[in-house]
T-cell receptor, first 114, second 113 residues
Framework: GENVEQHPSTLSVQEGDSAVIKCTYSDSASNYFPWYKQELGKRPQLIIDIRSNVGEKKDQRIAVTLNKTAKHFSLHITETQPEDSAVYFCAASMRSGGYNKLIFGAGTRLAVHP | DGGITQSPKYLFRKEGQNVTLSCEQNLNHDAMYWYRQDPGQGLRLIYYSQIVNDFQKGDIAEGYSVSREKKESFPLTVTSAQKNPTAFYLC????????????FGPGTRLTVT
């Protein structure tokens, strides 16, 4: 079936450094790619998303890039802060029976050390 | 954050018992979803519903059942047939089945012993 692979599974950076998380997807028809942030014991929160007609999107310290040809997309966090520490999930849309579903990656645990 | 509620936050059950997890939303969303989250894994889709009185199996529906009698409510029953029911269960909703953005509830952590 369709799947999304996410790397790395864990990432440790120093405060102020940049962090990059990468995902690849298998369904060439996918056209929506959200990123969620989940703090310990909390619900996933949508932090940024990108659609297939756009190659890059930025929101303050967070940016997402998409390469449709290679079927991969990445999350970039600049000037990391301790409060960025969380698990980040990527997802790709999939069409099923006329409706949209999201297929999630396995997650990346980001630790930002002061 | 508000709009989607799940109860209870923690649930404990004995093996062999069915248990129902609640999910309610007041966002006027047509579509609702149930996901299961295990440690070190992503979110896996159990069931989803695009409209009232209609729902479809997701990727891991075995041992689960749902109903959608009201637009606002999408309860999930974990039956005794589910081999490994202990997990964190997340409910989500979206404006419709053809829109993409999904918003999550706070989750229910189910422990079965």
């Amino acid at each position: 079936g369709e799947n999304v692979e996410q790397h790395p599974s864990t990432l440790s950076v120093q405060e102020g450094d940049s962090a990059v998380i990468k995902c690849t997807y298998s369904d060439s028809a996918s056209n929506y790619f959200p990123w969620y942030k989940q703090e310990l014991g909390k619900r996933p929160q949508l932090i940024i998303d990108i659609r297939s007609n756009v190659g890059e999107k930025k929101d303050q310290r967070i940016a997402v890039t998409l390469n449709k040809t290679a079927k991969h997309f990445s999350l970039h966090i600049t000037e990391t802060q301790p409060e960025d520490s969380a698990v980040y999930f990527c997802a790709a849309s999939m069409r099923s029976g006329g409706y949209n579903k999201l297929i999630f990656g396995a997650g990346t645990r980001l630790a930002v050390h002061p | 954050d508000g709009g989607i509620t799940q109860s209870p936050k923690y649930l404990f059950r004995k093996e062999g018992q069915n248990v129902t997890l609640s999910c309610e939303q007041n966002l006027n969303h047509d579509a609702m979803y149930w996901y299961r989250q295990d440690p070190g894994q992503g979110l896996r889709l159990i069931y989803y519903s695009q409209i009232v009185n209609d729902f479809q199996k997701g990727d891991i529906a075995e041992g689960y059942s749902v109903s959608r009698e009201k637009k606002e409510s999408f309860p999930l029953t974990v039956t005794s047939a589910q081999k490994n029911p202990t997990a964190f269960y997340l409910c989500a909703s979206s404006l419709s089945g053809t829109t993409y953005e999904q918003y999550f509830g706070p989750g229910t952590r189910l422990t079965v012993t």
